[in-house]
């Protein structure tokens, strides 16, 4: 769209002032120079209340004898075996905190990788778990048996390890069950055969499914899969061929966005998930190292472009700017077309939604995730929007568990929803807190106050033969593990 001379020079004069607003983190709590919207105990108290409401969420309802946690929540779903993996992320969280106790967390942690090492593997089609260590995606409520024909999934079962990885290394006293958290971690990461998974050397492939075998799409670029290669990579029983770091990074896309060069992919929680656990401040693989920054600087520099994107507002959605921004896949209202100012835009249901240099894939739906997962990465704008959304809309969009999925308030449409519902005047609002939204904003509020799940992860010895094998030097990598 093409913008007058005075408006580009404006947002340009916008964008520099953002840019000296918000420093670069050498640290988690290094940037403290935020827009200052409220009382720091105001912040304290809404973190406070933003975390426990999060963790209730795992806490409450996933399942207290397998341990496996819904996809979403209250409306009836499969189980998810990523969000099986923040919900193990988040017991040492809620311990930390005071919401539960050790011995609580403890049992519920060790009912939860019980179930998962004893549950059935096996090629077939029904009545198992996963095949070759690997999970299915979504798994049955009732039994924790594959789900319909979902795949077998590399990134899922990823997300699920990184979890069982934090407990490993959290639950570290001399006592028989965190000593069987601890082999049971082991155990479960030696099944899992990376080499089988990478059907396409020295790729790894993104599932398998026994009707069809394995899937024709393999992880290659940046986005929510790095943990996928650090694990095969760090694998004490099947390792991937070294090379297969140079295979996932030959898919990267470097350009500029609203002024921010980085690592493009379009929706924010590709520059999170790995995040969720790994701190990459300060240690670098060849690529990064050469760009001049680390992974970390990376998911900042993505964060401030969204934020820059929502303040231009190029779709003139309702309510963007800095009191409403950040895209990722969530929920969405419908799918289909609907006018917004005179011109058709196109509505969708659940939808991969992000802005970068070379993609954009919005509707004017935004998820609180999307900005709550970058916390750790800007917190001078994180902090301020959160705070913004709760307070503009209320209970439509912060209720029992915290942030409800997603919102779009130029929805406001008379018509039937697929998810959520239409608050006349006001916009759509989902219904739903989904595990892998809530994952995020749970876990990296605690690490931006605390380091808790970064510190853990630091001293492991899976993840850190993980980072060494991809190439990794530097900061926290090179120092012998620390002490609890």
Known sequence: ????????????TLLFLITLA??????????????????????????????????RWFWDVSDSSTGLTPDRWPTRSFQSIAATGFALTAYPIGVERGWITRGQARRRVLDTLRFLWSAPQDSLSAGVIGYKGFFYHFLEPETGHRFQEVEL???DTALLLAGAFTCQSWFDQAVPEEMEIRALTDSIYARVDWQWASVRPPL????????SGHLGYDWRGYNEAMLVYLFALGSPTHPVVKEAWDGWISGYRWGRFQEQE?????????????????????????????????????????TLAQYAYALANPGGFTGYGADLWGLTACDGPVSGLFP??????QFNTYWARGATFDEIRDDGT?????????????????????????RIYGENLYSTYGFLDALN???????????????????????????IDQGPILTMVENYRTELVWKAMRRNSHVRRGLKAAGFTGGWLDDAPAER
């Not at 790894?204 to 009707?211: A, C, L, M, V």
């Not at 998930?273 to 990459?280: E, L, N, P, Q, T």
Request: aromatic share 12%; net charge neutral.
């Open 409 to 435: 308030p130029t929805f406001r449409f008379e018509t039937p929803v697929q998810h959520g519902r239409v608050i006349r005047g006001v916009g759509w609002f989902d219904t739903d807190y989904l595990g």
């Open 204 to 211: 790894i492939g993104h599932g398998w499914k026994p009707e």
């Open 262 to 302: 980085h690592l493009g992919f379009a929706p924010l929680f590709g520059h999170q998930y790995s995040h969720v656990w790994i701190d990459f401040r300060g240690i670098k693989d060849d690529y990064i190292r050469e760009r001049g920054i680390d992974y970390f600087e990376n998911s900042r520099r993505a």
């Open 153 to 155: 999934s590399t990134i």
């Open 340 to 345: 917004v100012q005179g011109q058709p835009v």
């Open 22 to 55: 918000a420093p670069t983190l050498t640290g988690c709590h290094a940037s403290k120079s935020r827009v200052e919207t409220a009382h720091p105990s105001d912040e304290t108290a809404f973190l406070d209340d933003l975390e426990e409401r999060s963790f």
């Open 366 to 390: 935004i998820s609180p995730t999307a900005a709550g997962g970058s916390i750790a990465f800007a917190p001078e704008i994180v902090i301020p929007v959160l705070m913004s959304m709760k």
């Open 1 to 12: 769209m093409n913008r007058p001379p005075l408006f580009r020079i404006a947002r340009l």
